[in-house]
């Protein structure tokens, strides 16, 4: 069984940081891709960012510049720092391990206050 779990959500200011910890364990083989997706109230889920295991990354145009993906070596460990934070950024966000199935954690809520 694999679990993801999330966790650093909170309320901030527009303009201020956040860093989210995300952490696959169990069942799984070796070292995987990882990424950050989020759900805003009333919207889909969209992609925030995507790391490789060798460390590559990808981002949306929406957080290029404020927000940084990146994992621990030789880990399913990943970060989401988050930095000039804005109202829009509100939302659920998510974990997510690629591995065979997506495995998604349970969520973790950013509230950015204007």
């Known amino acids: 069984q694999v679990r993801v779990v999330e966790s650093g959500g909170g309320l901030v200011q527009a303009g201020g940081s956040l860093r989210l910890s995300c952490a696959a364990s169990?069942?799984?083989?070796?070292?995987?891709?990882m990424g950050w997706y989020r759900q805003p109230p009333g919207k889909q889920r969209e992609l925030v960012a995507t790391?490789?295991?060798?460390?590559?990354?990808n981002y949306a145009d929406s957080v290029k510049g404020r927000f940084t993906i990146s994992r621990d070596n030789g880990k399913n460990m990943v970060y989401l720092q988050m930095n000039s934070l804005k109202p829009e950024d509100t939302a659920v966000y998510y974990c997510?391990?690629?591995?065979?199935?997506?495995?998604w954690g349970q969520g973790t809520q950013v509230t950015v206050s204007s």
């Open positions: 169990g069942s799984i083989w070796g070292i995987n891709a």
């Open positions: 790391i490789s295991a060798g460390g590559s990354t």
């Open positions: 997510a391990l690629f591995w065979g199935a997506t495995r």
